[in-house]
């Protein structure tokens, strides 16, 4: 009972910075935290970062540490992934996905997913 949607993915070369958008609505309050996923060509789905909606507490993957910033609008109801020197490595399908308890690194903890948005990363 919650859609998420993702927005904001393209083309960028690397180092450069793009950022994700995922707008959720529905049944948003039984939504403890959100997090970002990504799946690249020929690899499983990883965990990159995870949000609490209340407190605001975050994670991150050590692949995106320092790289990558979390953020969320209570307001609007949407997640952010403010992602910065980009890397080819970093060429995937990302995805926000919402969970009903807990901050969450697996993607069998998270009950919605949107469809996902694509970032490439040129070198």
């Known amino acids: 009972q919650v859609q998420l949607v993702e927005s904001g993915g393209g083309l960028v070369q690397a180092g450069g910075s793009l950022r994700l958008s995922c707008a959720a609505s529905?049944?948003?309050?039984?939504?403890?935290?959100m997090g970002w996923f990504r799946q690249a060509p020929g690899k499983k789905r990883e965990f990159v970062a995870a949000?609490?909606?209340?407190?605001?507490?975050?994670f991150y993957a050590d692949s995106v540490k320092g790289r990558f910033t979390i953020s969320r609008d209570n307001a609007k109801n949407t997640v952010y992934l403010a992602m910065n020197s980009l890397e080819p490595e970093d060429t995937a399908v990302y995805s926000c996905?919402?969970?009903?308890?807990?901050?969450?690194?697996?993607?069998?903890?998270?009950?919605?997913w949107g469809q996902g948005t694509q970032v490439t990363v040129s070198s």
């Open positions: 996905a919402a969970a009903s308890r807990y901050l969450q690194t697996t993607p069998a903890s998270y009950e919605y």
């Open positions: 529905g049944r948003t309050f039984s939504s403890y935290a």
């Open positions: 949000i609490s909606w209340r407190v605001g507490s975050t």
